[in-house]
């Protein structure tokens, strides 16, 4: 017996209603000129660079794929009394490029803040309006911070001079001969710089001074470092500005730090000689936090760290530290710094969670700090692969944000009497959750911030979002959820760019790199694609580019080819656009059954030279607003009044076959709108007469051969009172007074508060 069911017959009428519409459209109109392929889904090979042997269309790094390696041997000197860093370091250059290489480029980020910098010269400025004395002084009437590299030597393995020409924040190294593929170079640097107070002189790094006179220092960008030489930009050569972060090559460090002996301090890497900078009592504490995993244990206490911070010791001790397969280097010194420290047990690693932070930073520091550090690293390993390096450290420097591999520094402090709002320990979790983030992205999957800051910043906020989640299911998160980037998106598109646009060029830095990015995955994530293939893809993506320099594409492919999901409308639209969505519901028509054909159903098979008695029998549905519509036959349809009907179900199905057909007694056609340029799956709930709702999703390709409407048939065995669009706000629709049938009157606020 055939297994049909009673709607498919219904919609024969339907089907024709469209059939009849577009041949009047096209016998109404005159023949259209061509145009070119502007449909939404089309693919992307128009902006997505060619896939090679570098980099596959899988999204994978492809069979000749390589990357350069950097070592550096360092030993710095913080002068804590003169405010000065002081170094000499050796680095050995390993050219795994395919070409030989006529000289090196090494950045000098520190130059951002030399007296000539050009850096303060490409911002706009304007007359302010008013000043406080002390800023009006330090715009007007102070000599600006003498800060950048002084570079004493730059010599090769022999000790022999070498040329070097300085760029602003470039230096290029002058090879006396090309540096042959598979070949390595060795040299030596010798430099020193005026350390700047960040919170006076700015910067993502420097000192923090205290009202006792006591420093807090936050140490990174502090060395000449290797630019990254590619197989897609050669060498990098955007200078730094100040917003544009790094592009870094992989290598091995050994550092020594000298610092006065009452200083505390952690840095990238596993410390070597803990035993001669901790006390006996300290290194107890130590050995019992490694195997410490439900709270931290304090192991230099604040009792120490006072007692530290009262004197100033003219001693000094060396900290050794090794760091294998890092991007980067960066530590933290203070006589002010206690330190917890806790073990986190992931699927295969135990790294430490560890947390450095002066009396001004407690009780908050030390209720929660370790604890969303080791939050972190569990939620990001879920989702991407095990946290490989031995520690991440938290430490608290006011009015920073920033992140180094293993370290990074983060605000959030409580007033002086220790007390703090829910503002303050949000804002202080949730920026130690990015920052402890960003050891996965960017520091070991390692994209080129000076080019797509969305690449790691958006990733890592996206996690970032999941992990405040888990850590506390209330956390009021604010980037992440699609409703949270509608403002942005609906804001003046003079003042948008699309998500695919350099660091340097952002206006709204925030919201472009971080929310709106964010939010696109949360969208892919929990509405387009379903959690388990997203995770699935997104873990793919991680593991394939872990220690490794991924681009846009190889992100965009992977998603694609880990899921057998096509997003080029999607990528297309959210990150290479500035459109945004909006759908509605443009017209809702109530349909009735009728045993009398209109006079467009007859005209209709006429002009076929047909007759509907050749067609066969019909069942034949008019809307209520159709001017051949019978108010009579308004009401709830039942098989036994359309005869034809009835006598087709009786012969064509069993008894049983009839008891599961559906009986829908209404039928509504819903044509949607979309104002909005982006697309995305239209979510509809249908609220019933007894209260009851029913939801239904159709996939964004509803779209596909459409842009600006689409239309679906409801037919339902209780009536409809309200349709609702994106009842959950899962697609960031900035207009969300068309998502309603029928309309709702819009209060504004002066009416709400007229009715108080």
């Known amino acids: 017996m055939k297994n049909r069911i009673l709607f498919s017959s219904i919609l024969v009428l339907i089907t024709s209603f469209f059939a009849i519409a577009q041949e009047v459209k096209t016998e109404d109109k005159g023949r259209e000129p061509g145009h070119y392929n502007e449909n939404k889904f089309r693919q992307m090979y128009d902006l997505m660079a060619t896939p090679n042997m570098f980099r596959t269309a899988s999204g994978a790094p492809g069979p000749a794929y390589y990357q350069q390696r950097a070592d550096y041997k360092m030993n710095l000197e913080l002068d804590d009394k003169n405010k000065k860093l002081l170094g000499s370091e050796t680095i050995t250059y390993y050219n795994n490029s395919p070409e030989p290489l006529e000289y090196l480029w090494v950045q000098l980020d520190q130059n951002v803040r030399s007296a000539d910098s050009k850096s303060p010269l490409v911002d706009n400025e304007r007359v302010d309006p008013g000043l406080a004395p002390d800023k009006f002084a330090k715009k007007f009437m102070e000599e600006p911070f003498q800060g950048g590299f002084h570079i004493e030597y ?130 107890k504490r130590w050995e019992l936090a490694e195997n410490t995993f439900d709270k931290p244990v304090l192991i230099v206490t604040q009792e120490e760290a006072e007692k530290a911070e009262k004197g100033f010791s003219d001693k000094k001790s060396t900290w050794k530290f090794k760091a294998e397969n890092v991007r980067d280097f960066g530590f933290s010194s203070s006589r002010k710094f206690m330190l917890d420290a806790m073990a986190v047990q992931l699927e295969k690693n135990k790294p430490m969670a560890i947390s450095i932070y002066p009396k001004e930073a407690n009780p908050l520091w030390g209720e929660y700090s370790t604890r969303a550090v080791a939050q972190t690293l569990k939620t990001y390993s879920r989702h991407t692969f095990d946290y490989p390096y031995p520690k991440a450290v938290s430490v608290s420097a006011q009015d920073q944000g920033m992140e180094y591999p293993m370290i990074c520094w983060n605000f959030g402090r409580p007033d002086k009497d220790g007390k703090y709002s829910d503002r303050v320990k949000y804002g202080m979790l949730g920026v130690i959750i990015h920052e402890v983030g960003h050891n996965f992205f960017p520091m070991i999957v390692n994209s080129d911030e000076r080019q797509w800051t969305w690449m790691d910043e958006g990733l890592n906020t996206f996690l970032e979002y999941l992990t405040e989640l888990e850590f506390d299911p209330n956390f009021p998160t604010d980037r992440g959820p699609a409703d949270k980037i509608v403002p942005y998106m609906k804001g003046n598109q003079k003042y948008l760019e699309p998500i695919m646009s350099n660091s340097e060029n952002i206006y709204n830095f925030g919201a472009n790199a971080y929310g709106k990015p964010a939010t696109g995955l949360n969208i892919l994530r929990e509405t387009i694609m379903g959690r388990e293939l997203f995770d699935h893809a997104f873990k793919t993506y991680a593991q394939r580019w872990k220690f490794k320099h991924p681009t846009p594409e190889d992100f965009f492919r992977t998603m694609e080819d880990a899921s057998a999901v096509d997003l080029d409308w999607f990528w297309r639209g959210w990150f290479y656009s500035t459109d945004y969505v909006d759908i509605g519901i443009k017209e809702v028509k109530q349909y009735y059954v009728s045993s009398e054909p209109t006079e467009e159903m007859k005209n209709f098979v006429a002009r076929r030279g047909r007759s509907l008695r050749d067609m066969g029998p019909f069942i034949y549905l008019v809307d209520e607003t159709h001017k051949e519509f019978n108010p009579k036959t308004k009401k709830a349809f039942e098989v ?117």
């Open 154 to 283: 730059v010599k090769d393995k022999s000790g022999k001079d070498i040329s070097y020409t300085i760029n602003q924040t470039m230096m290029r190294i002058n090879l006396a001969k090309p540096l042959q593929s598979k070949g390595k170079f060795t040299f030596s640097i010798k430099w020193w710089y005026n350390i700047n107070n960040y919170q006076v002189d700015g910067g993502r790094s420097g000192y923090e001074e205290f009202e006792d006179g006591n420093r807090l220092y936050v140490i990174a960008q502090f060395y000449p470092r290797m630019a990254v030489y590619s197989d897609v930009e050669g060498w990098q050569n955007m200078q730094f500005w100040g917003r544009g972060e790094f592009a870094l090559t992989f290598g091995n460090y050994d550092v020594n730090i000298t610092v006065p002996s009452d200083h505390i301090l952690e840095a990238t890497g596993a410390h070597q000689n803990r035993k001669d900078v901790f006390t006996e009592e300290q290194m």
């Open 640 to 756: 036994k009044d359309v005869q034809v009907l009835e006598d087709y179900v009786s012969k064509n199905y069993t008894s049983e076959e009839k008891a599961a057909l559906k009986n829908p007694k209404y039928f509504y056609e819903v044509e949607f709108e979309k104002p909005g340029g982006l697309m995305m799956p239209i979510i509809v709930e249908l609220q019933y007469e007894d209260g009851t709702k029913e939801d239904y999703k159709f996939p964004v390709q509803i779209w596909r051969k459409n842009n600006d409407t689409a239309k679906r048939v409801f037919a339902t065995n209780k009536k409809i009172v309200k349709i609702q669009l994106d009842p959950k706000l899962e697609t960031a629709d900035i207009d969300t007074v068309n998502n309603v049938w029928p309309s709702e009157a819009v209060i504004s606020k002066f009416d709400e508060l007229d009715k108080k």
